[in-house]
Nanobody
């Protein structure tokens, strides 16, 4: 069974940091590009970042550039999203997805999605 599991979401104060993990089971994540997206209630899911299969190319949404870093450890079958200088507007459920290639801030070419992890930035 192909599965992605996100973890690392938490309640954090503004200015704080979190590292999200996206772990794959049932397939080799290293063959795929991986994207992080986020969604708040009542709004469409938006792309945050994408990384290609080799980790050579990364892409970021403008509001997270310089604060978020996407990376991957193919030996651990895991992709990470390091989030620094968090702001209240970063509050959302964060999802990872795997696909054949990055298309902007999303993946395309067959997508597998995780169930999401909640990030709340509040004092």
């Amino acid at each position: 069974q192909l599965q992605l599991v996100e973890s690392g979401g938490d309640l954090v104060q503004p200015g704080g940091s979190l590292r999200l993990s996206c772990a794959a089971s049932g397939f080799t994540l290293g063959y795929y590009s991986v994207a992080w997206s986020r969604q708040v209630p009542g709004k469409e899911r938006e792309g945050v970042s994408c990384i290609d299969s080799e980790g050579t190319n990364t892409y970021y949404e403008d509001s997270v550039k310089g604060r978020f870093t996407i990376s991957r450890d193919n030996a651990r079958n895991t992709v990470y999203l390091q989030m620094n200088s968090l702001k209240p507007e970063d509050t959302a459920v964060y999802y990872c997805s795997a696909g054949s290639w990055c298309s902007g801030l999303r993946v395309a070419g067959g997508e597998t999605w995780g169930q999401g992890t909640q990030v709340t930035v509040s004092s």
